[in-house]
């Protein structure tokens, strides 16, 4: 039977995944890619290393699946937006490629918040430019890198950069391209983004825009040696993870707000009109016509894989038992019990910006390691929450989907039930990311109808938690006690941000 490869790249790990046609996962290989902070508020990794460990995945993936790469249909990737990978005008990495954890722009975001530059980018673009969209990050490159700004030829996203090492095109597809330089109203490339940030003579680097569901091009004869796919096999543009992901558990449509408790909290729904509202990004949706509108902030499960990297590594090396299975009694128990701890999920950035960090209050010498992690769970579903309102209150919504390695557990996947005070549904969709690309891949090849024509029955494997009104009201009352300490923080937040510039000797 024919099949299907998608690629889907995050933030620390490149997966390759392949599918039948009837949408069953055969195989998943997956590959570390290092990240390089080489200072505060930088971060980074090698363009060339990240497609030498995509392209082992994929011959690992074809192996393992035991496909024959003639029967690979079509491929597509998905990988995370936002961030910058950019070429020079040879075609070749111009420096590495910038993360969306990356925060070093954030006193020229700051800048543009009061010169005004954030509002008419929000009446142009949809959004207002945060630390690590491709506008913030150029501008900083032109201020402190101008040899390397001179020699910018092609400005790409991650999953851009991967097509181009497949197939050789160099592009971008719809959803992409919205994340700094279009016309929220048109969904092209806004004549004047670029001299809005004080960037113009770039617009001729901007990528050629396609469907997320047309073939781009073709595996070259060099990709073909680098992962054992088969030369000429079809590359479909592909797209952003946050729709991937949401078009993978079936909430790519009006209606449905869709959850991905990643690296990222990421909270969308789609539209068919624009809104444009600071609290969110009015981006553009695979189909032309409709409008992707996402609440982001980095302040999701990163938390608690720092939680656990930091303050768990002994237990974490043990081989007779998982570390989640270790800590869920533990969890479970504080979840059940009162407690005074508080905790803002904001490590590498909030809903508010980059200023807020994050931080236990409440903590006492009686509470435990478990009490800590309940409050983190609780901070992260918190988070999500005041996305998810900003979003209800403009688009409606009486149901969530929820996807992101955090809703495999039960007891998180109700947590999110309890906090949002909504149905949450979580699909049996292992690789949701992965599978949306595989979609647009499947329909660029004339597998599918359309890319949302989706062969599985989605609802069939699905989980759907229902919050209990006692814990939803217990948890209302601890979000707007959560909600009131952040914002009473704000001038702390700053107050503590300063002290990154002093030297030991002026404290």
């Given at each position: 039977?024919?099949?299907?490869?998608?690629?889907?790249?995050?933030?620390?790990?490149?997966k390759?995944?392949?599918?039948?046609?009837d949408?069953?996962?055969?195989a998943?290989?997956?590959?570390?890619?290092?990240q390089?902070?080489?200072?505060?508020?930088?971060?980074?990794?090698?363009?060339?290393?990240?497609?030498?460990?995509?392209?082992?995945?994929?011959?690992?993936?074809?192996?393992?699946?035991?496909?024959?790469?003639?029967?690979?249909?079509?491929?597509?990737?998905t990988?995370?937006?936002?961030?910058?990978?950019?070429?020079?005008?040879?075609?070749?990495?111009?420096?590495?490629?910038?993360?969306?954890?990356d925060?070093?722009?954030?006193?020229?975001?700051?800048?543009?918040?009061?010169?005004?530059?954030?509002?008419?980018?929000?009446?142009?673009?949809?959004?207002?430019?945060?630390?690590?969209?491709?506008?913030?990050?150029?501008t900083?490159?032109?201020?402190?890198?101008?040899?390397?700004?001179?020699?910018?030829g092609?400005?790409?996203?991650?999953?851009?950069?991967?097509?181009?090492?497949?197939?050789?095109?160099?592009?971008?597809?719809?959803?992409?391209?919205?994340?700094s330089?279009?016309?929220?109203?048109?969904?092209a490339?806004?004549?004047g983004?670029?001299?809005?940030?004080?960037?113009?003579?770039?617009?001729?680097?901007?990528?050629?825009?396609?469907?997320?569901?047309?073939?781009?091009?073709?595996?070259?004869?060099?990709?073909?040696?680098?992962?054992?796919?088969?030369?000429?096999?079809?590359?479909?543009?592909?797209?952003?993870?946050?729709?991937?992901?949401?078009?993978?558990?079936?909430?790519?449509?009006?209606?449905?707000?869709?959850?991905?408790?990643?690296?990222y909290?990421?909270?969308e729904?789609?539209?068919?009109?624009?809104?444009?509202?600071?609290r969110?990004?009015?981006?553009?949706?695979?189909d032309?016509?409709?409008?992707?509108?996402?609440?982001?902030?980095?302040?999701?499960?990163?938390?608690?894989?720092?939680?656990?990297?930091?303050?768990?590594?002994?237990?974490?090396?043990r081989?007779?038992?998982?570390?989640?299975?270790?800590?869920?009694?533990?969890?479970d128990?504080?979840?059940?019990?009162?407690?005074?701890?508080?905790?803002?999920?904001?490590?590498?950035?909030?809903?508010?910006?980059?200023?807020?960090?994050?931080?236990?209050l409440?903590?006492?010498?009686?509470?435990?390691?478990?009490d800590?992690?309940?409050?983190?769970?609780?901070?992260?579903?918190?988070?999500?929450?005041?996305?998810?309102?900003?979003?209800?209150?403009?688009?409606?919504?009486?149901?969530?989907?929820?996807?992101?390695?955090?809703?495999?557990?039960?007891?998180?996947?109700?947590?999110f039930?309890?906090?949002?005070?909504?149905?949450?549904?979580?699909?049996?969709?292992?690789?949701?990311?992965?599978w949306?690309?595989?979609?647009?891949?499947g329909?660029?090849?004339?597998?599918?109808?359309r890319?949302?024509?989706?062969?599985?029955?989605?609802?069939?494997?699905?989980?759907?938690?229902?919050?209990?009104?006692?814990?939803?009201?217990?948890?209302?009352?601890?979000?707007?006690?959560?909600?009131?300490?952040?914002?009473?923080?704000?001038?702390?937040?700053?107050?503590?941000?300063?002290?990154?510039?002093?030297?030991?000797?002026?404290?």
């Amino acid at each position: 039977m024919d099949r299907i490869l998608a690629i889907d790249n995050g933030l620390t790990v490149t997966k390759a995944v392949v599918f039948d046609l009837d949408g069953r996962q055969m195989a998943v290989c997956r590959r570390n890619v290092p990240q390089h902070k080489p200072a505060p508020r930088r971060v980074e990794r090698d363009m060339a290393q990240l497609w030498q460990q995509t392209a082992g995945a994929i011959r690992e993936v074809l192996e393992t699946s035991a496909t024959d790469p003639t029967r690979i249909i079509a491929v597509a990737a998905t990988a995370h937006g936002d961030g910058l990978y950019l070429l020079d005008r040879a075609g070749d990495p111009l420096g590495p490629g910038i993360l969306s954890l990356d925060s070093r722009a954030i006193d020229i975001v700051d800048g543009w918040q009061h010169d005004g530059t954030d509002a008419t980018a929000l009446a142009l673009t949809g959004q207002v430019p945060h630390v690590s969209a491709p506008s913030a990050l150029l501008t900083w490159i032109h201020r402190e890198e101008p040899e390397r700004y001179a020699r910018i030829g092609h400005i790409l996203a991650c999953k851009d950069w991967l097509c181009y090492c497949l197939s050789g095109h160099i592009g971008t597809d719809r959803t992409e391209a919205s994340t700094s330089f279009t016309d929220v109203h048109k969904q092209a490339y806004a004549a004047g983004a670029m001299s809005l940030y004080g960037l113009k003579g770039l617009e001729a680097c901007l990528p050629d825009i396609a469907h997320s569901a047309a073939i781009v091009g073709t595996v070259t004869a060099e990709a073909a040696k680098a992962t054992g796919l088969a030369e000429g096999t079809p590359v479909a543009a592909g797209l952003h993870d946050v729709t991937a992901s949401a078009l993978g558990i079936g909430a790519h449509r009006t209606g449905v707000v869709g959850v991905i408790a990643g690296t990222y909290s990421i909270n969308e729904c789609v539209s068919n009109a624009p809104q444009v509202d600071p609290r969110w990004f009015c981006r553009n949706a695979v189909d032309p016509g409709c409008w992707n509108n996402m609440a982001i902030s980095p302040a999701s499960t990163t938390n608690y894989d720092w939680f656990l990297d930091s303050l768990c590594a002994q237990e974490r090396q043990r081989s007779d038992v998982s570390i989640h299975d270790l800590l869920g009694p533990e969890i479970d128990a504080a979840l059940s019990r009162p407690s005074s701890i508080l905790y803002h999920p904001y490590l590498f950035g909030s809903p508010m910006g980059a200023a807020p960090s994050a931080g236990f209050l409440g903590l006492r010498g009686w509470h435990k390691r478990g009490d800590m992690l309940a409050a983190l769970l609780e901070g992260i579903a918190f988070n999500h929450r005041q996305h998810v309102d900003d979003l209800r209150a403009c688009f409606g919504g009486s149901e969530a989907r929820l996807t992101g390695g955090a809703s495999r557990n039960p007891t998180v996947a109700q947590l999110f039930a309890d906090i949002l005070d909504m149905p949450v549904t979580v699909t049996d969709t292992d690789e949701a990311a992965a599978w949306g690309a595989a979609l647009c891949a499947g329909a660029a090849a004339g597998a599918f109808a359309r890319f949302d024509a989706d062969p599985r029955d989605i609802d069939g494997g699905a989980t759907t938690y229902r919050p209990s009104a006692d814990r939803a009201a217990h948890y209302a009352h601890r979000f707007e006690i959560y909600r009131e300490i952040a914002e009473t923080l704000a001038p702390a937040w700053d107050r503590l941000n300063a002290l990154e510039s002093l030297g030991r000797g002026a404290r």
